[in-house]
């Protein structure tokens, strides 16, 4: 259990940092920067509530409790869609992968993490 807090947290904490990145290039506008909007969202925004979110889950954490392995699960998710498969298509692949690649392993162990701690929440009720 203590190992997949650790990891857990380590990955929540690599994304956090990967979108803080993210964001200061975005403003700064520094190649290879993302866009400012996407036809859903204005990025700046979203990445603000995604780090927002992988904060919170780094602090409840995915080996202590149901509701922080949901959160958790939820800022893997919202990292996925700037760090995604649907990248490794993205023109700018070739300077961006590791990025790419970072983020989703660490989605990954997050995702990992999280449902090993549901299943022991749930054969203990």
Known sequence: MKH????????????????????ASMLAQLPPHPPL??????????????????????ILGTGGTRTGAIISIIAAVLALVSFGPQKWADAAIPQIWPAVLLGQIAAAVIIGCAFKTLRRSQTAT
């Open 37 to 58: 909007t996407t036809p859903l969202f204005a990025l700046g925004p979203f990445l603000g509530a995604s780090i927002a979110i992988a904060i919170a889950g780094l």
């Open 4 to 23: 997949s807090t650790q990891y857990s947290q380590a990955a929540l904490g690599a994304i956090a940092a990967l979108q803080i990145v993210m964001l």
